[in-house]
């Protein structure tokens, strides 16, 4: 007896599509309200179509310099004891050291959050492709570094690193109207950019 069958195949697609992220978004865990699996976001068929937040709470959104932070979704599997698992990583880098964000990354450190990723890959209609990393499980900051540089021309800021562990891989978020996340399914998803 098979376990799932395929549904459909898989032809070539454009080659011309752009790679990187243009913005995250962290959403502290625990301030995503019921009603699956502790998270309040629900996905149906690897795409989100509903999320819902408490009362005053919303999402953080962070600018990425061009060309550096990356999501990755590795597969690890093992033939040996039957079982597949999916573990999101997020890599954010931050320009110029801050206190401000000496602060921030602290807090980050200290919870669990939820990623949401705006990449430049793009929909048919223009719109930018989001999608949610650590939606059952959270994700946390479990390395980073925060450099100087010894040349003028080298880094200075944080590179930061959030990874999680899912049972499923990531879900596209469902497109968006106008502005990301003003899904009408959405609930208290206010955006903070500053």
Not at 23 to 31: E, T
Not at 49 to 60: A, H, N, P, S, W
Not at 119 to 124: E, K
Request: net charge negative.
């Amino acid at each position: 007896m098979a376990c799932t069958n395929l549904t459909k195949g898989r032809g070539l697609d454009c080659n011309r599509i752009s790679g990187g992220v243009k913005f995250i978004y962290f959403g502290v865990y625990d301030q995503f309200t019921a009603p699956i699996d502790g998270t309040g976001i629900v996905e149906a068929s690897g795409e989100v179509t509903d999320i819902e937040m408490g009362v005053g709470t919303g999402l953080y959104r962070y600018s990425m310099p061009l060309g550096v932070a990356s999501v990755t979704d590795t597969i690890v599997g093992s033939r040996d004891n039957g079982t597949i698992y999916y573990t999101p990583t997020a890599q954010v880098l931050f320009n110029r050291l801050t206190k401000e964000d000496q602060n921030q990354i602290k807090l980050l450190g200290a919870t669990k959050v939820v990623i949401f990723a705006q990449l430049n890959q793009q929909l048919s209609n223009g719109h930018d492709v989001i999608i949610c990393l650590g939606r059952v499980n959270g994700m946390e900051l479990n390395a980073g570094t925060m450099d100087t540089g010894a040349a003028w021309g080298d880094k200075n800021g944080y590179t930061l690193t959030f990874d999680g562990m899912e049972a499923e891989p990531f879900p596209m978020v469902a497109d968006y109207t106008t502005n990301p996340f003003d899904n009408s399914a959405f609930t208290n998803v206010s955006i903070t950019t500053s």
